[in-house]
């Protein structure tokens, strides 16, 4: 086998196994929509996604493994966003780093939504505190620094409240509308 022959052999195996993947995720967001995580049994995604059992396991432990996995994957997107968008300069606007983090949710609603619904506290304070440090390290300010620590846990808490308070009310207004109210808070800070 030549090296072409062998790469293309590894590269349907890779999008054969990410179409199985992801028929698996899909299937578990399917029954998330419905019912709490623990309700939900490795035959349902199984039969759902149309796999073996044992393909289910070649890609993950168990359910909450699938679960943490897609949780992960989603948060990795949305630190990814605020890496990217998060101002470098005194003069930037923060408007900018919300509304590309809320795109990136109205984007992945469905997902967001079940995570909130699924565990709000300790999902609310995962976030929390891994924003909080993210701010605490982009501002260079020290932990010992109580002013500046509260004005940051008050802001990254408030932008989070906001957010999740509008996921529970199915995303209305609408995103853009969403956005400008967004701009008007920030406009007063």
Known sequence: ??????????MAEDR??????TSIQEALIQFLQKKPLN????AEIVHEADISRSTFYLH???LYDLY???????????FES???????MQTESYFELAQRLINYIDKNKT????FIKENTVSVVNRLSNIFVDKVMQFEKINKDDLQGY???????????GIVIEWTQHDMKPDKDDFIEIVRSILDKL
């Not at 309700?39 to 490795?42: N, T």
């Not at 509260?150 to 989070?160: A, H, L, N, T």
Request: charge should be negative; hydrophobic fraction near 35%; glycine fraction near 4%.
């Open 1 to 10: 086998m030549t090296k072409i022959d062998q790469l293309e052999e590894n």
């Open 16 to 21: 054969r196994q990410r179409k199985t993947k």
């Open 39 to 42: 309700k939900i049994s490795v």
């Open 60 to 62: 993950y432990d168990d």
């Open 68 to 78: 943490d996995q897609l949780n992960n994957h989603f948060l990795d997107g949305l």
């Open 82 to 88: 605020f890496e990217t968008y998060y101002p470098t």
């Open 111 to 114: 997902l967001f939504s079940i």
């Open 150 to 160: 509260y004005e940051i846990v008050w802001s990254v808490r408030g932008m989070m």
